[in-house]
């Protein structure tokens, strides 16, 4: 397979779009926890309780469009190899969770991958919306639709007083998760963004970084997120995300000219050494591809490049990810051949946009 | 104790597990529990484990106890799912719908604690299922539109608003509004 035709198959078109504050912002989601009523939660229910989860889901949903989301498919979680399962993780369709479960679990899938569906994760549905650079407004609204779409099949547990209903107590009532991708390398460079979460924090939002352990920004990526989801509407929910995320971009913005203005060569030397490593380096860890790929897009952002395009952040952090690189190789990596494949990949892409 | 997965780091997570009824207990590192996918480092803000450990501490010290186990009769138990108290105090999930209404007693100082002091809905409603619901919602923001009118002194368009209310009420759909000059 090409490379091109091979990232146009890894990367979700939505993604390869851009949205409103791209330069900052990668991309939104709105997560919705919905459940059947007198069916158990999946954490106790028996198997034939949960077919009726998911045969209902196939029988009134499979081979759906809605709206601009056409051709929704299910993909049974007990039919995919593993390694195609991590690449639905990759892609973030599916949680590292679902890909464990086998058992009735699968997923509906948009043919845009802009929508997905879990079916009987954690809870029965979690359905979630993806959108290029922060649009949280009308990735609510595209949800509510959705969710008002699959209401007029499901009967779904609600209560007056708790609202949506779900398993863990902490996505009780609206069952929303909203939450936004950021690019934040200059406050981290300038060690701000520490400073910030706090405060962040007490709006009942949380901020935690991407693709890597615990609290750590690999690629200088980071996802804030609403952290209650009771007692509140959507709306406000959306609206305290949406002023933080402003505020985040406004002074990542600050910060990035402030860089400029005062050092200047280092920078550019910082985000030329970078590039060297990623044109140039023949075994490459996915640790230093994340952080050299952040610095690159850095680069781009404030002008140093005009040849390369804002896309490959994103695309790179997905195409590196193991199981892409061993669905390129089409066979099974070793970490070190993992770490040479890495290596070869950025290459060949950067090669895309040189030619 | 070792982590049960890569007997390397200390165990530093106690996950039990109900599955079909069947309990598992699992003992692992942060690392495992999240390659394994038993936590979701990406998806939720923090793990269950730290936001509910401690929570469930101060009303279920009785659980602790060895002697008390699930054949408890005085035990606290879902009719649906068959849950116990005791379960749900420890797993830190609901087994379906019904526990909800099983454990009411119980969950305003969890969801308080969970939630910023929150323990009622008041965002979306399902639009097929609970028309009525939706129409006493409307009711009540109207009327608290109303008092800020009021209160405005913007007394032309709080009689309007009044006449509406009263539509509404009186069994009327919200969309007759009338908008006349
Ligand atoms: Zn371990
Ligand atoms: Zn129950």
């Given amino acids: 397979m090409s490379l091109q035709s091979f990232i146009d198959s890894a990367i979700s078109p939505w993604m390869q779009e851009e949205g409103p504050d791209h330069d900052i912002v990668l991309s939104t989601r709105i997560r919705l926890a919905r459940n059947f009523t007198d069916v158990p939660f999946p954490i106790v229910a028996e198997e034939e309780k949960l077919k009726i989860v998911s045969n209902w889901i196939k029988t009134h949903f499979n ?8 051709g929704l498919e299910y993909f049974e979680m007990s039919t995919l190899q593993p390694i195609e399962k991590r690449a639905l993780v990759e892609k973030h369709l599916i949680s590292p969770y679902l890909m464990e479960k086998e058992k009735e679990s699968g997923v509906l899938v948009s043919k845009n991958e802009q929508v997905s569906l879990m079916i009987n ?8 919306l993806y959108f290029p650079g922060l649009q949280l407004d009308r990735g609510l609204e595209e949800a509510f639709h959705m969710d008002d779409w699959l209401e007029e099949k499901i009967d779904y547990a609600f209560d007056e007083k708790r609202g949506y ?3 863990c107590p902490t996505n009780v009532g609206t069952g929303l998760r909203a939450s936004v991708m950021m690019h934040l390398p200059a406050l981290t460079l300038t060690s701000k963004i520490g400073k910030m979460v706090p405060a962040i924090n007490q709006l009942g939002l949380v901020v935690r970084g991407m693709y890597g352990e615990g609290s750590e920004a690999v690629g200088n990526i980071y996802q804030i997120s609403n952290q209650i989801t009771l007692g509140r509407s959507e709306q406000d929910i959306i ?8 505020k985040l971009i406004e002074q990542e913005r600050f910060a990035r000219e402030m860089l400029v203005e005062q050092s200047e060569l280092r920078l550019e030397d910082r985000v030329f050494r970078s590039y060297g490593i990623l044109k140039y380096s023949r075994i490459i860890e996915s640790k230093e591809a994340a952080k050299c790929l952040s610095d690159l897009r850095l680069g781009i952002d404030v002008g140093y490049f005009n040849h390369l395009s804002r896309s490959i952040l994103n695309e790179l952090m997905v195409l590196t990810q193991p199981a892409f690189l061993q669905q390129y190789a089409q066979e099974t990596l070793t970490p070190k051949q993992r770490d040479i494949k890495r290596a070869t990949i950025i290459r060949e892409r950067l090669g895309l946009e040189e030619s | 104790m070792e982590c049960e997965i890569c007997h390397e780091n200390p165990a530093t997570l106690h996950l039990t597990n109900y599955i ?14 999240m390659e394994k996918g038993y936590i979701e480092p990406k998806d939720d803000a923090y793990t269950i484990h730290d936001l509910l450990s401690g929570l469930f501490n101060f009303n279920s ?22 849950m116990t108290y005791h379960q749900f105090a420890k797993v830190g999930k609901f087994g379906c719908a019904h526990c909800y209404k099983t454990f009411e007693d119980h969950l305003n100082p969890i969801f308080r604690k969970v939630h910023s002091g929150n323990t009622e809905h008041t965002g979306k409603i399902p639009k097929r299922q609970h028309v009525h619901l939706q129409q006493k919602r409307l009711i009540q923001d109207y009327r608290n539109r109303l008092k800020t009118l009021i209160d405005e002194e913007n007394f032309e368009e709080a009689a309007k608003l009044r006449d509406r209310i009263k539509a509404l009420e009186s069994g009327e759909s919200s969309s007759d509004s009338n908008e006349e000059e």
Avoid: M
Avoid at chain 1, 121 to 128: A, F, G, M, V
Avoid at chain 2, 20 to 33: D, I, M, P, S, Y
């Fill in chain 1, 165 to 167: 209903l779900t398993s």
């Fill in chain 1, 239 to 246: 609206e305290d995300l949406q002023s933080v995320v402003e």
């Fill in chain 1, 121 to 128: 994760e954690e809870d029965h549905i979690r359905l979630q």
């Fill in chain 2, 61 to 82: 010290n009785l659980s602790n106890q060895p002697g008390i186990n699930k054949s408890n009769q005085n035990e606290l138990t879902c009719p649906h799912c068959k």
């Fill in chain 2, 20 to 33: 079909n009824g069947q309990k598992t207990e699992l003992h692992v590192c942060q690392k495992c529990a």
């Fill in chain 1, 63 to 70: 081979q759906q469009s809605f709206n601009q989301y056409e």
